[in-house]
């Protein structure tokens, strides 16, 4: 942790989250911080980014209210009516769906998107699979994508009565359909074209 949220007793808030570095990229999950650097690996981008460039081309091929947003994208996930300096929850998933555009502002977006999809990595499958996985059950995100760039496979949580039931996985040439969306199909051949490990031989995010 940096100086400034070196006490991982204390718990934070965003209002104490806007106070610090814009170099630096920090998720709150509960009050509790949680370091976002250093920046993703090569992999991991490129990965997100094609997921990305195929829901952005149906959306502005299809039309309508939704909008898609890759990180950083400050994603606050209120508990209630509290004031935005006293959320204790903000994450940056790696790329949100928004259909409603009245929970979006200049900040970012205050309340459940969509969609998420998150791109793992070895040092952010736990926090991934669990920590946010119950986050984003509980705040009612509609779906929830886990993307594992290293084994090539994505697991796709639907919420249906307010949990996330059995997930469907799709492996590297698989079709995935997007569940918000009536025809929106993504091509995985296309996500996983040839993925190499990154030169380290790791997939640190």
């Known amino acids: 942790m940096s100086a400034l949220v070196r006490n991982p007793d204390q718990k934070y808030t965003y209002g104490d989250y806007l106070a610090w570095p814009d170099d630096e990229r920090w998720e709150l ?5 949680y370091s976002m650097t ?40 209120p508990k209630g009516g509290e004031k935005d300096e006293d959320i204790d929850t903000v994450v940056q998933p790696d790329i949100v769906v928004v ?66 039931g059995r997930p469907d996985v799709y492996a590297e040439n ?7 969306f009536p025809d929106c199909i993504i091509d995985l051949a296309a996500v996983f074209a040839d993925l190499e490990p990154d030169a380290d031989g790791e997939d640190e995010e």
């Open 174 to 180: 698989d079709q995935v359909p997007v569940g918000i």
């Open 38 to 77: 250093p920046a993703p690996s090569r992999r991991h981008q490129a990965v997100t980014g094609e997921i990305y460039r195929q829901i952005a081309n149906y959306i502005k091929t299809n039309g309508g209210p939704c909008q898609v947003y890759v990180a950083p994208f400050d994603v606050r996930l």
């Open 99 to 164: 259909c409603d555009r009245k929970k979006l502002d200049p900040r970012g977006l205050r309340g459940a998107p969509d969609l998420i999809v998150e791109v793992v990595s070895p040092a952010t499958a736990s926090k991934d699979k669990r920590d946010k996985f119950l986050l984003y059950e509980r705040s009612g995100v509609r779906e929830y994508w886990i993307v594992e760039p290293e084994v090539k496979l994505v697991t796709v949580f639907t919420l249906a009565g307010g949990r996330y």
């Open 29 to 33: 999950i509960g009050g509790v911080p």
